[in-house]
């Protein structure tokens, strides 16, 4: 079975900071992954997909690595600003034929001015 | 990327009756689409996956007489919660998945708050 782990659970900083939210999973065996943010009372916002035959994906601020053979990935997010406050998910695709996501539980990002 | 809608964002029922939530995917054709829940800061669950034409899979402990999937085309799942009651006040969220081939993850929609008075 995945089981996806995210830390930190909870991260606050002052903005202009650089971060990294890390995220590890049990099986190494995946089709990709990708994370994700989530705003109070909202859906989910699809971030930065990384197949697994890639090692990193970058979008603006926000860089993604994996590390497939270590069942790693972190996202790192330059000079953080007050509206990168979200919940920061991410979820591996095992690749089945249903494709099924597994999340880790999150990091709750509050960017203070 | 890609847009997934949900329709409606909000209903209030009375406890027994139906409620029907609608998952589209608007520019792309989703060959799996799946329902998830989220209780308040909390992770989602997931409750079902549905292909098109065919019967949902359910996750254990989630009762498929009681939360109806239906997946009638590429693009467009329901999820209808029968005889609903105040315990199924949630946050219920879909997510479109393309065909692997194509490259793409998968898309959320903005979700529907259920509340059962």
């Known amino acids: 079975k995945q089981e996806v782990t995210q830390i930190p659970a909870a991260l606050s900083v002052p903005e202009g900071e650089n971060l990294v939210l890390n995220c590890s999973f049990t099986?190494?065996?995946?089709?990709?992954l990708q994370w994700f943010r989530q705003d109070p009372g909202k859906g989910l916002t699809s971030l930065l997909l990384?197949?697994?035959?890639?090692r990193e994906q970058t979008s603006g601020r926000l860089n993604a690595s994996l590390d497939k053979s270590s069942g790693r990935s972190t996202l790192y997010i330059a000079a953080s600003q007050p509206g990168d406050s979200a919940t920061y998910l991410c979820?591996?695709?095992?690749?089945?034929?249903?494709?099924?996501?597994?999340f880790g539980r999150g990091t709750q990002l509050t960017v203070w001015p | 990327g890609a847009v997934v809608s949900q329709h409606p964002s909000r209903v209030i029922c009375k406890s027994g009756t139906s409620v029907k939530i609608e998952c589209r995917s608007l520019?792309?054709?989703?060959?799996?689409m799946f329902w998830y829940r989220q209780f308040p800061k909390k992770s989602l669950m997931l409750m079902a996956t549905?292909?098109?034409?065919?019967?949902?899979?359910?996750e254990q402990g989630v009762e498929k007489d009681k939360f109806l999937i239906n997946h009638a085309s590429l693009t467009l799942s329901t999820l209808t919660v029968t005889s609903a009651h105040p315990e199924d006040s949630s946050f219920y969220i879909c997510?479109?998945?393309?065909?692997?081939?194509?490259?793409?993850?998968?898309?959320f929609g903005p979700g529907t708050r259920l509340t059962v008075t």
């Open positions: 990384i197949q697994s035959s890639q």
């Open positions: 997510s479109a998945r393309a065909d692997p081939s194509t490259g793409r993850g998968q898309y």
């Open positions: 549905s292909n098109e034409g065919s019967k949902a899979t359910y």
């Open positions: 520019d792309f054709q989703a060959t799996t």
């Open positions: 099986d190494s065996a995946i089709y990709n």
């Open positions: 979820a591996v695709d095992r690749g089945s034929t249903l494709g099924r996501l597994y």
